[in-house]
């Protein structure tokens, strides 16, 4: 024993060690079967999930153009269908600002053209809105190599929006604040800090995955508590993620996040069918894009839920309850179409869930101990699909009855603004009927259900 210690110090144990792990590793592929990835591999930090957990706050100094401009544009635009004095003594400013970004900018970020197009006042005009092309051409190169649509997305908002008030503390709620807010409002900042929540508390969800695709086998008593044990973690996790969702009321007024917020999320669809578009001048096929706006329907999270209890929002596998005739009117392919919105690796790791040969529906349905725990689990994601509802009448549905102003003359022009503009039912920022969207995601996730 003396010899060994003698010998076989740290340094060599650890090497000899990892020699081993490659060893079998090159065995298996050998065999083909390839050993499981880690969460490292799809940009999953351990720590803080799909949020960086060192974001960068600000490009190189070659691009700080697009810096200074995305700074000074709160303070020099307002909304074009903003009829206050302060609005539209703006204006000719915000000409200036469109004309300086038409000649100056080499490469501009998604807020950019959001400030752009929503900052211009609204016109009758059925015609298409042309981003020009010191805009659309290096937005769409870099959106290419991002593997994301190039356009305001979830994840300009929200996971690359943050960045750490203390650089040396890890990035948590306390330690978090969010770097361009439209409506420089704390209602806009207590929105992305709500949603910065769930992506954290995710994180736990990420980790089990991770782990629960690791297990040496799936069939074993231990590996069954194990699963077992894990679900019911998850059931509290999305009971957890539920009541962060609801929180936000607490700091996000309704109103504000309607009228002052939500309309900077618009994106080409905002008005679904009937919506003219907008052109990327310089891009070829440029009507073929993905320019929907932000939508929590593009947060990686819920997809990884998703895609975990295997949800059939596309309504492909035959379940009990039969689909409603609202279900059947949905847009079944919503869910699919909010992945091109996320970061490519985040896309990519959903593929990887997808491809597991370890399915977990079907190991519950084979498996009386899993069946009860997974069940559950559905049914606190289908809970949390209700209070959706719920956040998104509140915040979507009743404000559009509101008016933006208090005062009369002022509401009755935004009003007539608003009728040219919008017919038909209420639509999220991607330009889908909101409630039968809604509902349709909570009914697939309650078909789930192992009966």
């Not at 409002?185 to 929540?197: Q, V």
């Not at 559950?376 to 933006?404: G, P």
């Amino acid at each position: 024993m003396e010899y060994i210690h003698n010998v076989l110090t740290p340094p060599h144990l650890l090497r000899m060690g990892a020699s081993a792990l490659s060893e079998v590793l090159q065995r298996l592929r050998t065999l083909g079967v390839e050993p499981p990835k880690s969460n490292a591999e799809f940009d999953i930090a351990r720590e803080t999930g799909f949020m960086p957990a060192y974001p960068l706050q600000r490009l190189p100094l070659a691009f700080d153009f697009w810096e200074r401009a995305l700074t000074e544009a709160p303070e020099i635009l307002s909304l074009g269908e903003d009829v206050t004095e302060d609005a539209i003594a703006k204006r000719a400013g915000s000409e200036l600002w469109r004309q300086r970004i038409r000649e100056r900018a080499h490469l501009v970020l998604a807020y950019l053209m959001h400030y752009y197009v929503h900052s211009t006042p609204p016109s009758a005009s059925t015609t298409a809105f042309v981003i020009p092309r010191t805009l659309s051409i290096p937005l769409v190169t870099v959106s290419e190599l991002l593997g994301i649509a190039p356009v305001l997305t979830y994840a300009d908002t929200v996971l690359w929006n943050a960045y750490p008030i203390n650089p040396a503390l890890p990035m948590t709620l306390d330690n978090m604040r969010f770097q361009h807010l439209f409506s420089g409002t704390d209602d806009e900042e207590e929105f992305y800090r709500t949603s910065a929540g769930v992506e954290l508390r995710g994180v736990e969800l990420l980790n089990v995955i991770e782990e629960f695709l690791s297990l040496p086998n799936v069939t074993d008593s231990s590996a069954v508590w194990k699963i077992s044990r894990d679900l019911q973690r998850i059931t509290s996790l999305i009971d957890e993620l539920n009541d962060i969702v609801q929180s936000v009321r607490a700091g996000c007024d309704p109103h504000v996040f309607y009228w002052k917020i939500r309309p900077w999320y618009r994106g080409a669809d905002a008005n679904g069918p009937s919506s003219p578009g907008w052109i990327f001048e310089g891009v070829s096929d440029s009507d073929k894009l993905d320019l929907s706006g932000p939508s929590a329907g593009q947060s990686t999270v819920f997809h990884v839920l998703d895609v975990w209890f295997d949800i059939d929002h596309k309504l492909s596998q035959k379940r009990y309850p039969a689909p409603s005739d609202d279900n059947k009117k949905a847009d079944h392919g919503f869910m699919e179409r909010m992945r091109r919105y996320m970061p490519g690796s985040h896309r990519e790791y959903l593929h990887y869930l997808e491809e597991s040969s370890r399915p977990l529906r079907e190991l519950a349905r084979t498996t009386p101990a899993l069946r009860e725990p997974y069940n559950a689990a559905v049914m606190a994601l289908k809970k949390f699909r209700d209070c959706h509802i719920r956040v998104a009448c509140l915040y979507i549905v009743s404000m559009s009855k509101t008016a933006r102003y208090k005062c009369p003359i002022m509401a009755a022009i935004a009003k007539e603004q608003e009728q040219a503009a919008r017919s038909g039912p209420i639509r999220g920022t991607g330009g889908n009927e909101l409630s039968t969207l809604l509902k349709a995601g909570r009914d697939a996730t309650r078909r789930a259900i192992l009966e």
